[in-house]
């Protein structure tokens, strides 16, 4: 003070609470700096398990679908020659042992269930978001539903009891390639004349129509959510 340094002193010390400052701030800037990397790659990560998870079913659904065209052949076969009053022929025993048969849908969800215990918000696409909702909520519910109603009203309480007043199951020496099943009528010329079980037949067809349809979308659906994820990851690992 007696020297006339104040001015000197004072410059010094606001320097050194500025250096300070900035000092906090890179500090600050770079911590935050390293847990967004660190989101970044929890995000990642979770996209690349979807993408897998989603991959899965997807190959799950397409042997479904197929083995349901299958099933749905003998649907039709079975209907030609009930309508047409045909002779009976032992072709008919692979499609009256598994004309009702049905898959269930092995669709993988572990990863989207543990993001949303993470929280949605992980998935900073919006578009993508509620792609991701819309496939394992309304897609996957609905196909879950329908398989639970197949098995639980309409097989068990209109296709089985007549399926078992009709047919007698049996178990070749020389299964056959999809180990479907083989059984004969009791009494064809009856079942020729049963219109309950030809109605049984023509809706088995109509359920399984809409049934491979619905699967068939979704797994487009799949593919176009699995393009966008690809996408995304790309994105965020720039």
């Given at each position: ?109 572990a990863a989207y269930d543990q993001l949303k215990n993470d929280g949605l918000d992980l998935i900073t696409n919006n578009t993508l978001r509620k792609e991701l909702i819309y496939v394992f909520e309304d897609f996957f519910g609905q196909i ?95």
């Amino acid at each position: 003070m007696e020297t006339g340094k104040t001015g000197k002193y004072l410059k010094y010390a606001i320097g050194e609470i500025v250096l300070v400052v900035i000092g906090i701030l890179i500090a600050l800037s770079i911590n935050n700096w390293n847990e967004q990397l660190k989101i970044q790659d929890t995000e990642i990560s979770t996209l690349k398990e979807l993408n897998s998870a989603l991959e899965i079913s997807k190959q799950n659904l397409i042997s479904l679908v197929n083995n349901n065209k299958r099933w749905q052949s003998y649907n039709y076969k079975i209907k030609d020659y009930l309508k047409n009053k045909k002779v009976y022929d032992s072709t008919l025993d692979i499609c009256f042992g598994t004309y009702y048969w049905t898959g269930k849908a092995q669709l993988t969800t572990a990863a989207y269930d543990q993001l949303k215990n993470d929280g949605l918000d992980l998935i900073t696409n919006n578009t993508l978001r509620k792609e991701l909702i819309y496939v394992f909520e309304d897609f996957f519910g609905q196909i879950k539903n329908e398989h639970e109603q197949w098995e639980k009203d309409y097989l068990a309480n209109v296709i089985y009891p007549n399926h078992v007043k009709f047919f007698q199951k049996y178990f070749p020496d020389s299964p056959n390639e999809y180990f479907d099943e083989y059984a004969k009528p009791i009494n064809y010329n009856a079942l020729l004349n049963d219109t309950k079980f030809l109605n049984i037949i023509s809706e088995n067809i109509s359920l399984r129509n809409y049934s491979i349809t619905f699967k068939e979308q979704l797994i487009v659906k799949i593919d176009s959510l699995n393009a966008q994820i690809k996408n995304e990851i790309i994105k965020l690992n720039d």
